[in-house]
């Protein structure tokens, strides 16, 4: 690209794609942690003796809590923006991450299933909020779908190595 002299040189800012990025991360955690019962089950089954049933209330009470808060997210996404509610958010799943792992009885571990999914109900919803408001319009599109496919071959890489990371190290 040739410039004269008057004419300047247009740099390419790179901060919202970084932003952007740091919300996907934040959304491979989210499938992550979604899909990581799966794995864990006999071993969830065998620490808390479940039955069968109460190991899938376990594994989908993540799901309650998550879909119920979809909407919320988004009004409150609309209201505060993405960068406190995912921060927030991030936070608040860390502590039901550390509730979970350390869970000496089925409710504990409730709890902290229940928080992690309560807590990432932000993470879609904020990841499209910065994808429509600080990219461009044109690869909104694009970015979307690109998170989407980073996000769950993560989770599909990792999930090859959870099973054998389970089996050596334990689910906690």
Known sequence: MQTTQNEP??????WPYCIWFLAVVCLL??????????VMTGQLMDSFHLTATRAG????SYYYVYVLLQTPAGFL???????????????L?????LIFSHATTFIAAEMGRLLMGGSLAFAFVGMVYITATMLPSNIFSLMIGLAETFALIGVVVSEMYLAHTLEVLGWR
């Open 9 to 14: 040189i247009k740099h390419m800012n790179y």
């Open 29 to 38: 955690f989210q499938f992550l942690l979604q899909f990581s019962s799966g």
């Open 57 to 60: 209330f376990l594994a989908g």
């Open 77 to 91: 996404t609309d209201r505060f923006g993405p960068k406190m509610l995912l921060t927030v958010g991030c936070f």
């Open 93 to 97: 799943c860390c502590i039901g991450c």
